[in-house]
Structures are given as C-alpha cells and as structure tokens.
C-alpha cells in the first residue's frame, strides 16, 4: 500500500469549523432518509438521537466560532475506547443504509488528553471521507491500537481506495484547505495540536487506511476496558444515550 505521512500545519482556519458543520448536517440528512424507512425501536431511537447529537455539536460549534478560539480551549483527559463508543450512533447515522461501521478496541484502556471536539470532529471526518470512497455496500473498521506510550486510532475502510497519483493530489490540496475539499488538512491541523501524526495508506479497488498516532497520559480514573466500551458499543439504552450525551455535549 501507498504510504504518505503528514506533519504540521498552520493556524485551524474559521474554515475548518464551516467544514466540521458540514459534516455534521450530512449526518442529519442522512438520518433523515434513513428515517424514510420506517425503522422501529432502537434504530429508530439510534437516527434520532444522532440528528440531536449533530444538533447540539453544530451549535456548540458555532459559539465557539462567534466567540473562545479553539486554540482556547483546553484538552480533558479521558479513554479513548470509551470515548469512541460514544459517538456510534452519530457515525451510524453518517454512514447510511450501505456502510457498516465495526468497532474493534484494543486491550485495556487507553488515556489520552484531547479537546472532546476537536476528536469528534476529526472521526467524523475521516468516517466521512471513507464513506465517499464506497461505490457499493462496504464496511468501516475503527480500530485502537496501543504501541508503547502511544496510541493508534484507525479508520479502515475497503472502498474503491486510491492510486499514487490519486492519493498524491489529494495530500496537495491539504496545503490549500477549502470547504469543498477532502478535509485532510481539518485531520492533520488536529494531529500536530496533538503532538500526534497522520498516516494513509491507500491501494486502488482495496480500500484506505488512515491512522492517527497519539500520545498517551499515565492515568485516567475511572477508565474503561475496552471490553466494557465494546460491550456498551452495541447495547447502550436509549434513556443511558441521552444522559451521556446530555452532560458530554450540553455541559
């Protein structure tokens, strides 16, 4: 597989927040139609929470523009894995009816020091961008891997994927990010203020992988195995959904 890796870029742009909103109405739309099929239970509970989980990011998204920088704000430390199955409606939804989006976890738990949505917003992203690259049903894998004092956060996927020159124009057009390019600039801007890298590796008709490499912190109390974010992954209650979300997002 073709391999590029990035490394730092300039200042995040009032850009990359339009570019994060954007992403965050595809999801909407997309629950939308998926809504057209009448779905009952708990996928139905799924699309709608994640039309008000993009809801409630959108405007905390747009605050922030009108008002604290990004640059502002102030990294949390939380588990990774635990994190990750917290977003699987809102990437469910972004998916739509012919992608299937797999959760794979690594062993224990994973403490990292991030800003919440800026991680967010950077999943969403590359669940985006892997979506376009599906002509026919597919699947996305979110994959953490542990490496030491480091963490690798995968975002697989086995569409049309890339040749060289194909993946080569699309690094370039990170150099001059716009609101209808690939958002890989958004991705890369997150990974240098992170003091993490980027990597893709990309192969024509098998499908790409991006990976974030991310430092770890010591210690997170209370942390969750990946087990038990696996496991709340796929059996999350609605009412358990809404709490979560209520205090992660409106806080």
């Known amino acids: 597989m073709h391999s590029v890796s990035l490394h730092r870029d300039p200042d995040i742009s009032t ?5 994060d909103l954007r992403n965050l109405f595809s999801v909407v739309a997309s629950a939308r139609h998926m809504l057209d099929d009448r779905p009952t239970g ?13 809801a409630l990011r959108g405007g905390r998204l747009t605050s922030a523009m009108l008002g604290q920088s990004r640059s502002q704000r102030a990294g949390a430390c939380f ?21 299937e989006i797999r959760f794979e976890p690594a062993a224990g738990s994973l403490p990292v020091k991030l800003d919440p949505a800026d991680l967010d ?13 599906f002509v026919k049903p597919g699947v996305i894998r979110i994959r953490t891997r542990r490496l030491g004092g480091r963490v ?25 990010p716009s ?3 690939t958002g890989l600039g958004r991705v890369r801007h997150f990974a240098q203020s992170a003091h993490g890298r980027l990597r893709i590796r990309s192969r024509e008709n098998s499908g790409t992988i991006a990976s974030l490499n991310l430092p770890l912190v010591l210690k997170v109390a209370g942390a969750e195995t990946s087990a038990t974010a696996l496991a709340r ?16 997002i409106t806080a």
């Open 15 to 19: 850009r990359e927040t339009i570019h």
């Open 42 to 54: 708990d996928r139905r509970t799924l699309l709608l929470d994640a039309i008000e989980d993009a």
């Open 152 to 176: 690798r956060l995968i975002v697989a996927d086995n569409g049309c994927g890339m040749s060289t020159a194909k993946l080569h124009r699309a690094l370039n057009r990170v150099e001059q």
């Open 179 to 181: 609101v209808n390019g």
């Open 121 to 133: 917003a950077v999943i969403l992203e590359m669940v985006s961008n892997a979506c376009a690259a």
């Open 233 to 248: 992954w796929n059996r999350k209650t609605p009412k358990e959904i809404r709490h979560e979300k209520r205090q992660s």
């Open 79 to 99: 588990d990774l894995n635990e994190h990750l199955s917290g977003l699987g409606s809102l990437m469910r939804a972004r998916a739509g009816r012919q992608v």
